[in-house]
Nanobody, 122 residues
Framework: QVQLVESGGGLVQAGDSLRLSCAAS????????MGWFRQAPGKEREFVAQ????????DYADSVKGRFTISRDSAKNTVYLQMNSLKPEDTAVYYC???????????????WGQGTQVSVSS
């Protein structure tokens, strides 16, 4: 059974940092991209970042470039999202997903986690 389990969300103040983790299990993801998405209340889910599992190619949404960093630890089968200089507009439920890289870019992940809440106060 494939599982993606996110952790690390919480309530922080503007300017603070958080690191989200996504632990993947149940199959090999070596030919997949691993991505982070977010959905704020009343808004559509949006792409945040992705990394290819085998060669570490990175891709970011313009809104988070320079503030967020995606990375992976192959030994732990875990993908991270380091979020710095957080803003109130970063408040959302953050989801981890796995899938083909082109599909992730348009929000079509094959596997999804349950999400973790990130709230940033001003």
């Amino acid at each position: 059974q494939v599982q993606l389990v996110e952790s690390g969300g919480g309530l922080v103040q503007a300017g603070d940092s958080l690191r989200l983790s996504c632990a993947a299990s149940g199959r090999s993801f070596s030919m997949y991209g691993m991505g982070w998405f977010r959905q704020a209340p009343g808004k559509e889910r949006e792409f945040v970042a992705q990394i290819t599992w085998n060669d570490g190619i990175l891709d970011y949404a313009d809104s988070v470039k320079g503030r967020f960093t995606i990375s992976r630890d192959s030994a732990k089968n875990t993908v991270y999202l380091q979020m710095n200089s957080l803003k109130p507009e970063d408040t959302a439920v953050y989801y981890c997903a796995a899938g083909q890289t082109w599909a992730l870019r348009i929000g079509r992940g094959e596997y999804w986690g349950q999400g973790t809440q990130v709230s940033v106060s001003s």
